[in-house]
């Protein structure tokens, strides 16, 4: 079956930088296009980043274009989210998700505090 491991959040000052960390399995990874969501509290889960297949065109939400990079490694069925110049509204809890089955992981916090 579907199974998406996220990781790599935490809590970090303002302006600094996480990186966060999917691994897929129960399907064939490099198949499939991949995103990144977030969800605030008390807000709506918003997309955030997507990536093709062979990672060769990425797509980011306007909060986060210039700060965020989406990327991926087929041969270790693994999606990244690179986030730099981090604001407290980035402050969420992160899912990857695979764009054609509607899984979700469990989730990694991203705190951002002074």
């Known amino acids: 079956q579907v199974q998406l491991v996220e990781s790599g959040g935490g809590l970090v000052q303002p302006g600094g930088s996480l990186r966060l960390s999917c691994v897929a399995s129960?399907?064939?990874?490099?198949?499939?296009?991949m995103r990144w969501y977030r969800q605030a509290p008390e807000k709506e889960r918003e997309w955030v980043a997507h990536?093709?297949?062979?990672?060769?065109?990425?797509n980011y939400a306007d909060s986060v274009k210039g700060r965020f990079t989406i990327s991926r490694d087929n041969a270790k069925n693994t999606v990244y989210l690179q986030m730099n110049n981090l604001k407290p509204e980035d402050t969420a809890v992160y899912y990857c998700?695979?764009?054609?089955?509607?899984?979700w992981g469990q989730g990694t916090q991203v705190t951002v505090s002074s």
């Open positions: 998700k695979a764009s054609i089955f509607s899984q």
């Open positions: 129960g399907f064939t990874f490099s198949s499939v296009f």
């Open positions: 990536i093709t297949k062979d990672g060769g065109i990425t």
